[in-house]
């Protein structure tokens, strides 16, 4: 069957037909629909996991079980999922172990740009790419003939717009595999040093063995066109070089670690001017270089950002590639800006109006919530990573810091990474403040369900991590829980908790507006008679508000896009906004 897949319905698709039994991941932009996907099919126990540490520890253990296992992530998760991932290159797997992680060059939805080809090298494990979504779903397939052929995981990155971009894939049915067969044998997992060093000399003869396989792996194809000029490539930048250099020859690599020593040395010794083009960090090019190969890359080509073929061909030719009149580069289109903004009747606003209210500095973090830094909330000094901004404001308190400040996070992301840090602050005795915004969701990343939400990814009623009583369980003695929708109740708890001599907590509970929609009232409206133009319900940043413009103007409110939540109506302080009329 022929169906029209994203990369990451693809990525899905073959991982289901390879006859993957287990499939955990945290959602992250890009990566999240895999999970999503998967889940839908029978003989896959698929769930979402507190972080991505824990996701690859229990894709490990069903590997070692001798199930084929599948976890998934962004590239940041990466990073928390690092830990096992090293040690489980020396322990190597029994059943097949995918690790499929999404980069994405150019920040579409994240805080950095980071290459996740350096981890294959630097955990000595193997990475494929694909270039399409067939691509996508023939590789996801073959990583666990690989992962299982070599005794070790597999890395498969993908990007966002391998991820996201739609192409023609064929699909076939689930593959019946024998039950799985446990294989006990601690000298090979369990990583006390003595094993260790046995472990780590195997590890260098599996890496021999994979480059060797890396030589005939048929996602490494040389295509020869004219050869003055050859340009080696992979992932997505494959495309870009198709359609700006129609004529040059390539050697597409899918298999980007280890490198195809021989065939990169075969295909440079056949042209005259040889480049490699790739996304972000130059790890192509380091390691043709490191062959002794002249080649050139980065520069012309910039190491940050998503490259497009209009970018590939000014860098390389010092010209654009020619175009129909009728079309046009999208990088010659001038778009009007569109900043994101939250929604309205989102949870997260009136949380910001009061610490903007109250002058606090606010150690954030990753979430809807980050758009409280913006305008004219402007109430987020700090955003760097999943959980970050608890242990900073403990840090922040540790040096003697004096004004006013809190740190703010989600209720996902506090299971995630918010939890340690702050077991942190009442360990070490800091008079922190830590709000947690409880909107019963992973919002940002499409509205995904975790363990403070009572529900898991296949939509069944499990345990309900109750957040507060957490806070307290971990010492926490001031703990208070809020409606995010009463303003005087909030800002009176936060006052109070940041007063406290000790640690406190504050549980803003309210769920995400696009997720309850049953909560949704009449739209507000304004009294025009009442309206003084004084612009203080502007402050929310509510998309459904316009702003009194010009003299003689009063507040408009969209009915359309209102969801009757009574933030405006509480801060406006003419009682120019309400239900009027409304029964």
């Not at 599996?206 to 992979?234: H, M, W």
């Not at 020619?322 to 580069?329: A, D, G, V």
């Amino acid at each position: 069957m022929r169906l029209l897949l994203s990369g990451n319905e693809a990525i899905a698709r073959g991982c289901y037909e390879a006859g993957v039994a287990v499939a955990a991941g945290y959602p992250g932009t890009p990566s999240t629909e895999i999970l999503e996907t998967i889940v839908q099919w029978p003989g896959v126990k698929a769930q979402w996991s507190p972080n991505e540490k824990v996701a690859l520890e229990v894709a490990l253990g069903a590997a070692f079980a001798g199930a084929r296992a599948l976890v998934t992530m962004k590239h940041v998760g990466l990073n928390v999922a690092a830990d096992p991932l090293f040690t489980a290159a020396y322990t190597g797997v029994n059943g097949g172990l995918v690790v499929v992680v999404a980069d994405d060059p150019g920040m579409h939805s994240s805080q950095n740009e980071q290459d996740s080809r350096n981890y294959a090298k630097a955990a000595k494990v193997p990475m494929l790419e694909p270039s399409d979504s067939a691509e996508a779903y023939e590789m996801a397939a073959a990583a666990f003939e690989i992962s299982e052929r070599f005794d070790i995981p597999v890395l498969l990155r993908s990007t966002t717009r391998i991820s996201h971009s739609k192409s023609p894939v064929v699909i076939g049915e689930r593959k019946d595999l024998p039950p799985p067969q446990a294989k006990r044998n601690p000298q090979k997992y369990v990583m006390v040093p003595a094993n260790a060093r046995v472990r780590r000399v195997a590890l260098e003869e599996r890496l021999k063995a994979l480059a060797e396989f890396s030589e005939r792996c048929p996602f490494n194809q040389i295509e020869y066109r004219d050869q003055d000029v050859g340009v080696i490539t992979s992932g997505v930048a494959y495309q870009y070089v198709k359609e700006a250099l129609p004529t040059a020859s390539v050697l597409k690599l899918g298999m980007t670690y280890p490198l195809p020593r021989h065939t990169i040395e075969e295909f440079a010794s056949n042209v005259r001017k040889l480049y490699v083009v790739e996304e972000l960090d130059p790890i192509l090019e380091e390691g043709v270089r490191a062959m002794g190969i002249s080649v050139s890359g980065k520069p012309p080509l910039p190491p940050y950002g998503e490259l497009d073929p209009t970018l590939v061909a000014q860098a390389l030719l010092g010209e654009a590639p020619e175009r129909p009149s009728e079309h046009t580069s999208l990088s010659e289109i001038q778009l009007p800006q569109r900043p994101p903004v939250m929604c309205p009747g989102c949870p997260h606003r009136m949380v910001f109006h009061v610490l903007s209210k109250l002058g606090a500095t606010v150690f954030g973090d990753i979430g809807c919530y980050t758009l409280g830094a913006a305008p004219p909330l402007s109430a987020m000094d700090t955003c760097v990573c999943m959980g970050a901004g608890v242990g900073m404001a403990l840090g922040a308190y540790k040096a003697g810091y004096t004004e006013p400040f809190v740190a703010v996070i989600g209720d996902s992301t506090f299971v995630h990474s918010g939890i340690t840090p702050l077991i942190d602050i009442v360990y070490n005795k800091g008079a922190v403040t830590v709000l947690i915004l409880d909107n019963r969701t992973t919002a940002m990343t499409g509205r995904q369900d975790h363990p403070a939400t009572g529900r898991t990814l296949s939509g069944e009623q499990t345990h309900e991590l109750n957040l507060a009583d957490l806070a307290r369980a971990v010492g926490v003695q001031d703990v208070h829980v809020v409606d995010a929708y009463d303003l005087y109740a909030l800002e009176q708890a936060v006052k109070s908790a940041i007063k406290h001599p000790g640690p406190s907590v504050v549980v803003v509970q309210r769920a995400c507006t696009l997720v309850d929609r049953r909560s949704w009232k009449e739209p507000m409206q304004v009294d025009v008679d009442m309206c003084t133009a004084c612009g203080v319900c502007a402050q929310l940043g509510c998309p459904a508000l316009k702003p009194p413009i010009g003299d003689s103007a009063v507040a408009v409110i969209d009915p359309l896009l209102c969801t009757g939540c009574g933030e405006c109506a509480q801060v406006c302080p003419f009682n120019a906004i309400g239900w009027f009329g409304v029964e």
